[in-house]
């Protein structure tokens, strides 16, 4: 193929980018080049596409298929009106993010509200991430109303090498340590991934068989003790010393979810939260989605973290945080 990657250099586009050329196709990528390098083998077009005309140098060129990851309203229009009629089939990645709400665990892309899209003058998320879903929703219906040709994936938790936040790679470096090691909630709690170089060679299988509709891009939810004991043994922890501390008690300690200073990434506790990492990934892994073993995903996002230690933002748990927590836990009626 003649692909176009609207992005390119940075994890998931790179991940795209460097597997295309692997698989031999003719590869594009169109960015600022802030956010990273190019990978080798493609063909790099430097250009900032918030600017109506950014995408100037590809003037008069047709693509057999085109891949956008932006989050940027004006990113999308200006692509969509630069590019109309020269790309035969459009994948836009979108995320979980567009959703309203994840009470119920198991639900999917027909049964589950939307946001709605992103207030008139928004064209893209606040410095902390606020109308991020807004503006997926937004880019999504653009790209619906304006192309034939569409593959919509709605991203969840993607996980692996050159992973820029600290969610996953948090727990690979704290498995990796050994020691007692803080978890949280319940060991049957549901947790989902996929990984970026599953994501990648799923959104290549789509614009090579021409896959259209939308789908939520996330491997199969499993029980969080096996999520940790997988990541553990990827790590050379096969036996990992697992405390179980309850959601009240982390809360009542103002150990906070999800990702950022004194968090516990893969954590988000509350009911309203039971379905965020438990989407129903039947339909993703039936239409060509492809998941490895989390062991695997541990393994290689360790060897990358070794190898370029200050990529990783460090967050999560610190460990004379995660030792004070322990101590309460054991010593005041904990399990």
């Known amino acids: 193929m003649r692909l176009l990657i609207l992005g390119g250099t940075q994890f998931l586009g790179r991940a795209v980018a460097r597997l295309a050329v692997a698989q031999g196709h003719d590869v594009t990528c169109v960015a600022r080049g802030t956010s990273g390098a190019p990978v080798a083998g493609v063909r790099f077009v430097a250009a900032d596409r918030s600017d109506p005309a950014g995408l100037a140098p590809l003037d008069g060129e047709r693509f057999d298929a085109a891949i956008d990851v932006t989050r940027w309203l004006d990113q999308a229009h200006h692509a969509i009106a630069a590019l109309a009629g020269r790309v035969d089939h459009w994948s836009f990645v979108s995320s979980i993010s567009v959703y309203a709400g994840f009470a119920a665990p198991g639900g999917g892309v027909a049964d589950t509200p939307l946001l709605p899209p992103a207030p008139e003058g928004v064209t893209g998320p606040g410095p902390d991430f606020r109308w991020y879903g807004e503006c997926k ?26 992973d820029p936040s600290d969610r996953f790679p948090y727990w690979v470096r704290r498995l990796a340590a050994g020691g007692e090691v803080l978890a949280p909630g319940a060991p049957d709690d549901p947790v989902q991934y996929v990984d970026v170089d599953d994501l990648a060679a799923w959104l290549l299988h789509a614009a090579v068989t021409d896959l259209t509709g939308t789908y939520d891009g996330i491997g199969a939810a499993v029980p969080r003790v096996a999520a940790l004991r997988g990541i553990a043994a990827g790590v050379g922890s096969p036996e990992p010393r697992l405390t179980w501390v309850d959601a009240d008690f982390l809360q009542s300690r103002e150990i906070r979810p999800w990702s950022g200073e004194r968090s516990l990434p893969l954590w988000v506790p509350g009911t309203d939260w039971a379905g965020f990492l438990a989407r129903d990934a039947r339909p993703a892994l039936a239409a060509g989605l492809v998941t490895r073993p989390v062991a695997e995903s541990a393994r290689r996002t360790l060897t990358w973290m070794d190898a370029d230690p200050g990529a990783v933002r460090q967050g999560g748990l610190d460990p004379v945080d995660e030792a004070a927590v322990l101590r309460e836990w054991h010593a005041g009626g904990g399990r």
């Open 137 to 162: 929703v937004s880019i999504e219906r653009a790209y619906a109303e304006a192309v034939e040709r569409l593959f919509v994936c709605r991203a969840g938790l993607i996980i692996g090498p050159e």
